[in-house]
């Protein structure tokens, strides 16, 4: 007897005490959000400078500096991966979100917009500033990636045409930087976001007490769940079934779409452990915590594993639909679509944080 009231009183003594809405909110922005911002930043800073580069360059050193852009491209590929589901407040505002990488792009805006604008020349488009007032399309990371990956039109050689795309590249490349910085400012700056989620109040036009700010890193994580699910895992998944044609794929030209896919599970579980909603976990659900957490790290583990593109045979009726990659999507659609209902309908309203069902009901 004496033993078993000494395990109860130890357990109870080391039971996760669940977070205030306060503290979630001051922990993912601390933990998270800011640290996130300020690396997408960084990577975007890096950029800018290498494609200045390859435009200085002389003519024996443009590959390598074309090289060095390149990598500067995928770091900051991946940081984006980071950020890009956190859609409230900054990220909303002014298109950000679609002129940072336009996607998807499923009437070809990029492929229709951006050839006749480098074909034109027009050296208004490279003052600072201007290309921000263009279409999203030809603006952000998908278009920069166009001109990168276009081997019949190097932005390497010393013509005119390739001299007018490289500097194009770089005003991309400078209104990216342009765009990360206003992101990191509009979240730390004395009155910015991180001040408005952490004052919550009768006089904060935006959040009356934390729970509201609660919410909305709820929301976020359910979006970057469904983003991954919806736009990078179902495509793969139904081409593999051959009900659907090959996908196209973010960031599949440069060879990143893997890359991404896998900074975006990464960063969501990271995301998830800053949050801290599991503590609430229910008590007569304690396998769900479980659940949750192996979830995200099986979706870590898998993401490399899905293949850039699905290699099919011509005859769809001989696909076979327990072939080992078909497993790794499926398990992944799998994992996103049950953590997404799981911490919407289960977590959330436990946290006081009920979102709303039709929130929910998009997939």
């Not at 399309?137 to 990636?145: F, R, T």
């Not at 793969?236 to 893997?258: C, M, Q």
């Not at 579980?269 to 801290?276: E, H, K, L, V």
Request: proline share 6%.
């Amino acid at each position: 007897m004496i033993v078993a009231a000494a395990l109860c009183v130890s357990t109870s003594a080391h039971a996760e005490v669940p977070k205030t809405h306060s503290q979630m909110v001051h922990d993912t922005v601390d933990q998270y959000v800011v640290p996130h911002v300020d690396k997408l930043a960084a990577t975007t800073s890096v950029l800018k400078t290498r494609l200045d580069a390859i435009c200085a360059a002389n003519e024996s050193s443009k590959a390598a500096a074309l090289k060095q852009a390149n990598d500067a491209f995928a770091e900051t590929v991946r940081a984006w991966a980071g950020v890009e589901f956190i859609r409230f407040g900054p990220m909303g505002e002014g298109g950000r979100t679609e002129r940072f990488a336009f996607w998807p792009d499923t009437r070809g805006i990029l492929f229709r917009q951006l050839p006749p604008l480098l074909a034109k020349k027009d050296p208004k488009l490279l003052e600072p500033g201007e290309l921000g007032r263009q279409s999203a399309a030809v603006q952000g990371l998908h278009a920069l990636e166009l001109i990168l990956t276009d081997d019949k039109k190097p932005i390497t050689g010393t013509d005119e045409d390739s001299a007018y795309r490289c500097a194009f590249a770089a005003a991309i490349g400078a209104n990216l930087d342009a765009m990360a910085k206003d992101l990191v400012t509009a979240w730390e700056s004395s009155n910015g976001w991180r001040h408005q989620m952490y004052v919550p109040g009768s006089d904060n036009k935006v959040y009356a007490e934390p729970a509201d700010a609660a919410r909305d890193l709820v929301r976020a994580l359910l979006t970057g769940l469904q983003l991954v699910s919806e736009r990078q895992i179902r495509p793969r998944y139904d081409t593999l079934l051959g009900v659907a044609k090959t996908p196209r794929l973010p960031f599949e030209r440069s060879g990143l779409s893997i890359d991404y896919l896998a900074a975006g599970v990464n960063a969501l579980q990271s995301y998830f452990n800053a949050f801290g909603i599991a503590s609430y976990t229910p008590g007569d659900k304690a396998w769900m915590r479980g659940w949750v957490n192996r979830a995200f790290v099986n979706l870590v583990r898998d993401a490399p594993k899905v293949p850039p593109k699905p290699d099919l045979p011509a005859d769809v009726s001989k696909i076979d639909k327990q072939a080992p990659v078909i497993t790794v999507v499926r398990q992944m659609r799998f994992h996103l679509n049950g953590l997404r209902h799981m911490i919407g309908r289960e977590l959330a309203p436990a946290a006081e944080l009920s979102i709303g069902f039709n929130e929910l009901d998009g997939d």
